[in-house]
């Protein structure tokens, strides 16, 4: 019995052959990195956690795609690719310097789509326009970064938007056809056991396809590291055992709809300061799937929004 909704079997139903995504680093920044919205960037960003060494700016799009591709060649021989715009704010350019970094990707014969990743006040009318077009031929989802429903948090995280940003982006991108994403941490500062689960309650309202969740970890450089070595009360950092029941419970009340793409973050060990837990992603999904056992239940179990 399948108890919550695997993105990867979702993608095994769309897809006849195996699909690995390539991280590409376009060259982008951030509005709260250069002045726009603000400087310094997310407090908890630090963009090395999540680039792999062929994932690199001075590069082009299509070199780092044909290392992607070598890189995972060695692994499954028949397989095609997603590009995934990964590093910093994936939609912060004029649109026709947007258009030539996409469709240099999908030059590659065996690159099928893309997923892009955004801030919810990075897109426009004319940019999702232009990505439903694209949709009618390549798989396309853009990945939004949520972090959090709660607009106090995202005030003090240093986003530069609210939640209603989040919330319009959303319904504007699923109301073209266009596969929609998300990304929540769960485990920011001040933020109750119990608001952690709203969470779930206000985005099981929403037209999502996928979610991406993980937890809060502190990264080497990052001014919410300072924050915590200055205020470690205003942290409540999660025992591996104890953000596995955080996350079922958090799933029983996510829209059994909404597929799950993963539920944790794995950083350079060099980079992270807490929590370390010292497992892979496989690990921790076979620990969760026999808690989810153990406790019979299942993803939407208590969903309000059926």
Known sequence: MERYRNYNVVLKEEFSERIQKISINAG????????????GGCTYCNNRTFSPDYCQPLKSVLQQVEEGIDFF??????????????????TYADIDTLKRRY??????????????????????DELLD?????????????????ESTCDSTLRFINRGHDYACSVNAIRETAARGIRVGAHLILGLPHESRELILSHADA??????????LHQLQLIRGTAMARQYEQHPEWFHLYRVDEYIDLAIDFLERLHPDIAVERFLSQSPAELLIA????????EFLEKLKKRLSERDTWQGRFCLQK
């Open 28 to 39: 982008f920044t951030c509005p709260n990195r250069d002045g726009s919205k603000g400087v």
């Open 130 to 146: 232009y990505f439903a077009c694209l949709s009618q031929k390549y798989y396309v989802m853009i990945e939004y970064g949520v």
């Open 103 to 124: 469709e240099e990707a999908l030059s590659h014969p065996l690159i099928v789509g893309l997923v892009v990743g955004t801030r919810p006040d990075c897109v426009s």
């Open 275 to 282: 929590p370390d837990w010292k497992l892979k992603n496989y």
């Open 203 to 212: 985005l099981s309202r929403l037209p999502l396809t996928a979610l991406k």
């Open 73 to 90: 060649r060695y692994k499954y021989q028949n397989q095609h690719y997603l590009a995934y715009f990964q590093s910093y704010t994936n």
